[in-house]
């Protein structure tokens, strides 16, 4: 079993910037990221990056405003969010997937998920 750890959410005004963490208790080879899911919306692919943390992926939604990253010594990835929208208002769900690739953008093949750390983007 592993447990995720989120952190770093909260209220922001639009333009802002927020970094989210998820510590992870493991030191075993998993992929990490995040999904996000809005009230009323399904839960969708946000970033992800695998094992060794050369190789990432974001959604078209946040390409070039966000940036995923990880600490393999400290089990933490990381989200920095720039340029914040309204639109990003969410539950931002930390994930993992015992994979050296990387985390994979379907919620089926995801394996662990954390508790959630809301995010809210005022206009």
């Known amino acids: 079993q592993v447990q995720l750890v989120e952190s770093g959410g909260g209220l922001v005004q639009a333009g802002g910037s927020l970094r989210l963490s998820c510590a992870a208790s493991?030191?075993?080879?998993?992929?990490l990221g995040w999904f996000r899911q809005a009230p009323g919306k399904e839960r969708e692919f946000v970033a992800g990056?695998?094992?060794?943390?050369?190789?990432?992926s974001v959604a078209d939604s946040v390409k070039g405003r966000f940036t995923i990253f990880r600490d393999r010594a400290k089990n933490t990835v990381y989200l920095q969010m720039n340029s914040l929208d309204p639109e990003d208002t969410a539950v931002y769900l930390c994930?993992?997937?015992?994979?050296?690739?990387?985390?994979?953008?379907?919620?089926?093949?995801?394996?662990?998920w954390g508790q959630g750390t809301s995010v809210t983007v005022s206009s």
């Open positions: 493991t030191h075993s080879p998993y992929a």
């Open positions: 994930a993992a997937t015992r994979t050296y690739r990387l985390l994979p953008r379907v919620e089926s093949q995801i394996d662990y």
């Open positions: 990056i695998n094992w060794t943390g050369d190789l990432t």
